[in-house]
């Protein structure tokens, strides 16, 4: 999540709007304001949530993912 909310952080309106019609998602024309919205709800989403989160819980579950997506079953 929080490499979501840098990635948001570091871009310009202008990037991430490039990026979003390279994908035919056409988006608003105040695209600063929309990045500038979800820059807050997803930063504190981040805080309230994630940011204690020990970090091996995440790792596993990057892991039982991976393993699920490659047919190999859970833990």
Request: charged share 30%; net charge negative.
């Amino acid at each position: 999540m929080a490499e979501v909310v840098d990635r948001l952080e570091s871009q310009t309106a202008q990037e991430l709007n490039d990026q979003a019609l390279a994908y035919g998602i056409p988006l608003p024309d105040d695209m600063e304001q929309l990045r500038r919205l979800a820059l807050r709800l997803l930063s504190g989403w981040y805080e309230e949530y994630f940011r204690h989160v020990d970090a091996n819980i995440v790792s596993r579950l990057e892991q039982e993912a991976e393993r699920t997506e490659q047919g190999e079953g859970g833990i």
